[in-house]
């Protein structure tokens, strides 16, 4: 079964840059579509970013044009490169094998991203 690490989350400044990775292993990465979710204690886990094997990208309005999901299949990682960052946007990252429109599989623990001056 396909694990997931996720990494690179940090502090960053309103306006400020991040980049986000998620290694897999333990299955065959490349031919699966992959998703970013973000989620804020006391709220569901929500998605805002998808790649399919092939590399097409689909975002929620609320980071379309700021985020960017990317793979490396060789590497087995997905990226998530993060521009102009919020307050909005503080929050645990994970990433997940994505199968008919949902989460499929184990989560990672995630990674914390917090945005402030």
């Known amino acids: 079964q396909v694990q997931f690490v996720e990494s690179g989350g940090g502090l960053v400044q309103p306006g400020g840059s991040l980049r986000l990775s998620c290694a897999a292993s333990?299955?065959?990465?490349?031919?699966?579509?992959m998703a970013w979710y973000r989620q804020v204690p006391g709220k569901q886990r929500e998605l805002f970013a998808t790649?399919?094997?092939?590399?097409?990208?689909n975002y929620v309005d609320s980071v379309r044009g700021r985020f960017t999901i990317s793979r490396d299949n060789a590497k087995n990682t997905v990226f998530l490169q993060m521009n102009s960052v919020n307050a909005e946007d503080t929050a645990v990252y994970y990433c997940?094998?994505?199968?008919?429109?949902?989460?499929?599989?184990?989560w990672g623990q995630g990674t914390q991203v917090t945005v402030s001056s």
């Open positions: 333990g299955s065959i990465f490349s031919g699966y579509a």
């Open positions: 790649i399919t094997s092939r590399g097409a990208t």
């Open positions: 997940v094998r994505f199968l008919a429109g949902g989460p499929f599989g184990s």
